[in-house]
């Protein structure tokens, strides 16, 4: 058995000195072969790492924004400036001569809008005597004046001359003066002044794209004369 156990022991030495001595290692046979020395770790000598290389950043082309060429059209659009301009033109006393002015401008491709104001007209020169308190004070006078005989005679029964006395409207401002001097020789006062009356007028609001000219009062016209007003375009 000692015997048996001593030449186990000779093998299994025999085994360990074949690899180590005998038999090269894969890397050191690889290394041999290629003849490239076994790679080392290095350690400066201040046992600092070394600091990382830093490489430049490559500037890269921006390419330039793509314009497309310009055309004849959108040269026209790019040319194009200014803003709109507006007027108004009247006034007109009816709607007829209003609409065929409106007419002629939107024939020049010009954009029109009629509107309509109220204006206070002399109608003649008035005699009259002004609005009492009361309708039974109105009453009284009227009553009063036709007992002296005085005719044309009326009392304003609405409106701002409510209850006033109206003694005769005259074209003539030299007739009105005379029927208001005939009744002070009779011991009254009424007054004279001018009688107004209420009536439409028409204006024509006109704009003008951009680059147009707007016309002249004078062209606009389809009779009479006209007043051509410069106004501020109102953008809606």
Same mark, same amino acid.
């Given at each position: ?17 074949? =690899?180590?001595? %005998?038999? @090269? ?5 690889? !290394? ?12 400066? !000598? ?19 924004? =793509?314009?497309? @060429? ?12 200014? +803003? ?12 007829? !001569?209003?609409?065929?002015?409106? &007419? ?8 029109? %809008? ?5 204006? +206070? ?28 005989? %005085?005719?044309?005679?009326? %009392? ?7 209850? &006033? ?10 007739? +009105?003066? $005379?029927?208001?001097? +005939? ?37 606009? &016209?389809? &009779?009479?004369?006209?007043?051509? $007003?410069?106004? !501020?375009?109102?953008?809606?």
């Amino acid at each position: 058995m000692k015997i048996l156990f001593l030449i186990l022991l000779l093998l299994n030495l025999g085994l360990v000195a074949w =690899h180590y001595w %005998i038999v @090269p290692q894969p890397e050191q046979s690889r !290394a041999l072969e290629s003849g490239v020395p076994r790679l080392r770790l290095w350690q400066p !000598a201040d046992n600092r790492a070394p600091a990382p290389s830093v490489t430049a950043p490559t500037q890269v082309p921006v390419p330039a924004t =793509h314009r497309p @060429p310009a055309t004849a059209e959108t040269v026209s659009l790019r040319n194009t400036g200014g +803003a709109p301009s507006c007027a108004e033109f009247g006034p007109f006393d009816d709607s007829d !001569a209003a609409s065929r002015a409106a &007419a002629v401008l939107k024939a020049r491709g010009i954009a029109v %809008i009629v509107t309509t104001r109220t204006k +206070a007209v002399q109608s003649g020169y008035w005699v009259y005597f002004p609005p009492f308190a009361t309708y039974d004070a109105a009453k009284a006078m009227e009553t009063k004046l036709r007992r002296r005989g %005085i005719k044309d005679v009326f %009392i304003v029964g609405e409106g701002e001359q409510r209850n &006033a006395i109206s003694l005769g409207v005259f074209s003539d401002p030299a007739r +009105a003066a $005379r029927r208001r001097d +005939a009744l002070r020789k009779l011991g009254f006062k009424p007054k004279l002044g001018r009688r107004l009356r209420d009536e439409d007028r028409y204006w024509l609001r006109a704009t003008a794209a951009a680059g147009e000219v707007l016309p002249q009062a004078a062209s606009v &016209a389809t &009779a009479g004369t006209l007043t051509r $007003r410069t106004l !501020a375009c109102v953008t809606q």
